[in-house]
């Protein structure tokens, strides 16, 4: 079965840099969710999205934006990179059935490390 | 604010025995739903079981089991015959109906020892 599928699985920038992390949900999925794990730490929510809209946030800092395509894959936009911003990207999908929460199924997350 | 404490930072058994995960949970939600997951060391999230609040039944997958305490906003994981391959991080996650994303607990580690 098709899975979410995030690029690129592990990324190395410096400080100040910019990042471009990647997301292609499971097909048919029209809820896009990013969450930010720190080392030891468990997912933080980030931002998410429900038909290319951006339907609720989370702690994201003013340097990250994102958004969702018409094809449905996200794009996590992170720019001055700093230290602190190295963790573990997840993206994760689902669909959205009226009001209730259906499971997300999480990608395999990229790697980001700043130096 | 919604929030989900796991207070067992660290837990250890021995292959075949049986383990409960704790997990509390604070809403004034009422339609809402919770999950584990697993997090092996490939770090890969893995959804567990998932059981709505409005079902009085306990979710049940195969060895894995959840005790649901609605009143004592209690939701405890429970593995029989556990295995080698269940040593994970086992995060506890709460969402809530309108809702577009999930509240994890702090996680606990277990190991499953041969």
């Known amino acids: 079965a098709a899975g979410v599928i995030q690029s690129p699985r592990h990324l190395i920038k410096e400080k100040r840099e910019t990042a471009t992390l990647k997301c292609y949900p499971i097909?048919?999925?029209?809820?896009v969710y990013w969450y930010q794990q720190g080392p030891g730490q468990d997912p933080q929510f980030l931002i998410s999205?429900?038909?290319?809209?951006?339907?609720d946030k989370g702690s994201i800092p003013d340097r990250f934006s994102a958004q969702q395509f018409s094809d449905y894959h996200s794009e996590l936009n992170m720019s001055s990179l700093e230290l602190g911003d190295s963790a573990l990207y997840f993206c994760?999908?689902?669909?959205?059935?009226?009001?209730?929460?259906?499971?997300?199924?999480f990608g395999q997350g990229t790697r980001l490390t700043v130096v | 604010a919604q929030t989900v404490t796991q207070s067992q930072p660290e837990m250890s058994v021995q292959e075949a025995e049986t383990v409960t995960l704790s997990c509390t949970y604070d809403?004034?939600?009422?339609?809402?739903?919770l999950f584990w997951y697993k997090q092996p060391p490939s770090r890969q999230m893995i959804l567990v079981i998932r059981?709505?609040?409005?079902?009085?039944q306990n979710a049940t997958e195969n060895r894995f089991s959840v005790n649901f305490q609605k009143a004592a906003k209690s939701f405890s994981l429970k593995i029989s015959d556990s295995q080698l391959g269940d040593t994970a991080m086992y995060f506890c996650?709460?969402?809530?109906?309108?809702?577009?994303?999930?509240?994890f607990g702090q996680g606990t580690r277990l190991t499953i020892n041969p």
């Open positions: 999205f429900y038909e290319k809209m951006q339907s």
């Open positions: 059981q709505e609040a409005y079902k009085q």
């Open positions: 996650a709460f969402s809530w109906e309108g809702a577009q994303k999930l509240v």
């Open positions: 809403t004034s939600e009422n339609n809402y739903y």
């Open positions: 097909p048919r999925h029209d809820t």
């Open positions: 994760a999908s689902s669909y959205l059935l009226g009001q209730e929460y259906t499971e997300a199924f």
